[in-house]
């Protein structure tokens, strides 16, 4: 019972601990309905009743010498064929679809936008660690000076000015960097107190591979399946107009001749019928309209599919510049056999550990400038999903997970 109690307070501080800490991945699963999405799938999955085979309903009267007692009345009703009906349920397929697509956009562009913010506050955190170290760094050199103050009172007094200028700039960009963090927090609904994990976050090699794939596997964007819907709707319309060149029949009327005398009932009633007789010039001023919108179409097509294709040479141009800046940088990083020497204390070779100083900072100045292009790089990489349409067929995948795969799904 004893080490029992002993447990429990140990317990509660793992459950602080681990109550503070948050999984990045939930940022991106645990995201908000959109209200304006919702409603466009709802009007996407609106069903409406198909349309009567009885297209219109008519009654007519006609007086007959002014005589109330001769006046005459028509019923008349005009006819949709079975054909014209099947066709007409798809257009209002067709513009549900497009409603579907609207819908589908505006979820894209909230997990862009999600993405965007997302990577955000990944690189600010990363940068907030590198300020930090660089704090620490002018620290030791403020240390290092107040020692050679002792020794040279006058000559270091610009040395230390600077000194705690320079110190005081990096302290207000960490501040900033904290409120810029806190309010990307607030944005993601996160807890102030709350620490990140980034486990398994997309790096940077994985990224090229993914998006030397992606720009193979080019998908419907919204701006491409909103025009291809329209296409399709101009050529449904197309088949409307053609159809009704083949109905043969226009309408049916029953005529009461009214309370005459000396009339049969055959001639009290008399049944009329209309019937369309084709000519190359029906429906022709309309078909034309919708052929030339249907041409449109095509056209305004083939210019997106062109924009596209450029729009990924483009960023695929600019992910080589700046993977060859990131492999010169992480070269100069990991390779500078200089630096090594120089900070090698077994070898003694510096013998001021202000040079120590110095070299450390420059490294953290390589190091910040690296992060900026791998976030440059990111950047890229939400074009591309956004561009190929990966994110508007499938939000339902982690695109900057290590181990989801953006390309096979």
């Known amino acids: 019972m004893k080490k029992l109690l002993q447990c429990i307070p140990f317990l509660l501080l793992v459950h602080l601990i681990s109550a503070q800490s948050l999984s990045w991945t939930e940022l991106v699963s645990n995201t908000e309905k959109d209200a304006i999405s919702d409603k466009y799938t709802e009007a996407a999955n609106t069903e409406y009743p198909d349309i009567s085979i009885i297209d219109k309903l008519e009654f007519r009267t006609e007086t007959d010498e002014f005589d109330v007692g001769r006046q005459e009345y028509t019923f008349r009703s005009s006819f949709i064929t079975p054909k014209q009906r099947k066709i007409t349920r798809q257009l209002s397929d067709q513009l549900n679809e497009e409603y579907s697509i609207k819908a589908r956009e505006r979820v894209a562009d909230n997990y862009v936008e999600l993405y965007e913010t997302v990577l955000d506050l990944y690189f600010l955190t990363r940068q907030q660690t590198i300020q930090e170290e660089l704090l620490s760094l002018l620290n030791d050199e403020q240390i290092i000076l107040d020692k050679q103050t002792i020794l040279d009172p006058a000559g270091m007094t610009m040395e230390i000015y600077d000194l705690e200028e320079e110190i005081y700039e990096e302290t207000l960009k960490l501040e900033q960097q904290k409120l810029v963090s806190r309010q990307f927090k607030s944005a993601l609904n996160i807890d102030q107190e709350t620490e990140i994990n980034w486990v398994d976050f997309l790096s940077i090699p994985t990224l090229r591979a993914r998006m030397e794939v992606l720009q193979e596997n ?25 159809s009704s060149q083949d109905q043969l029949l226009d309408f049916l009327q029953l005529k009461y001749n009214g309370p005459r005398k000396n009339l049969t009932t055959f001639e009290t009633f008399s049944l009329g019928a209309g019937l369309i007789l084709p000519t190359k010039n029906y429906n022709r001023d309309r078909i034309n309209r919708i052929d030339r919108d249907i041409l449109e179409n095509e056209i305004e097509l083939e210019e997106i599919v062109a924009l596209i294709n450029k729009d990924i040479y483009a960023i695929m141009n600019k992910l080589s510049i700046l993977d060859n800046e990131r492999a010169w940088l992480v070269e100069r990083i990991e390779n500078n056999d200089l630096e090594k020497q120089l900070l090698d204390a077994e070898k003694g070779l510096l013998q001021n ?30 074009e591309l999903l956004e561009t190929t ?17 953006s390309i096979n799904n």
Request: glycine share 2%; proline share 4%; net charge negative.
């Open 353 to 382: 550990p202000a040079d120590v100083l110095k070299i450390k900072k420059k490294q953290l100045d390589r190091q910040e400038e690296l992060l900026s292009i791998e976030q440059d790089m990111h950047q890229l990489h939400i």
């Open 218 to 242: 080019i998908k419907y964007n919204p701006e491409l399946a909103i025009e291809e819907n329209r296409l399709n709707s101009n050529e449904i319309k197309l088949q409307l107009e053609k």
């Open 389 to 405: 349409g990966a994110i508007f067929n499938d939000p339902s995948i982690n695109y900057l997970h290590e181990l989801e795969s």
